[in-house]
């Protein structure tokens, strides 16, 4: 089964920037697409941004030109840089499997908060 560890987040004033983490276990890493995803409170988690196995990469519109998401195979973790950082970027922030993936979300992980001030 596949676990997933986020880390990174934390308290940042608007134009600040963060850089998550996100570990994965098992050896289906290096085949999976994976994606970034966030839930503000009230709100439906959404996607943020998503990286294929090849390293094809596609963002929310929010994010565009400010996230960048990246892959280390052989960390198994997938990254998150996120700059420019707006108070609407506040949310717990998830990874998971690859939005299109057939074989669904995995278990999600406890997230890591990002908390931006105005």
């Known amino acids: 089964q596949v676990q997933l560890v986020e880390s990174g987040g934390g308290l940042v004033q608007a134009g600040g920037s963060l850089r998550l983490s996100c570990e994965l276990s098992?050896?289906?890493?290096?085949?999976?697409?994976l994606g970034w995803y966030r839930q503000a409170p009230g709100k439906q988690r959404e996607l943020v941004a998503a990286?294929?196995?090849?390293?094809?990469?596609t963002y929310a519109d929010s994010v565009k030109g400010r996230f960048t998401i990246s892959r280390e195979n052989a960390r198994n973790t997938v990254y998150l840089q996120m700059n420019s950082l707006k108070p609407g970027d506040t949310a717990v922030y998830y990874c998971?499997?690859?939005?299109?993936?057939?074989?669904?979300?995995?278990?999600w992980g406890p997230g890591t908060q990002v908390t931006v001030s105005s």
């Open positions: 998971n499997n690859h939005p299109t993936a057939s074989s669904g979300m995995w278990p």
């Open positions: 098992g050896t289906i890493f290096r085949i999976n697409g």
């Open positions: 990286i294929t196995s090849l390293g094809s990469t």
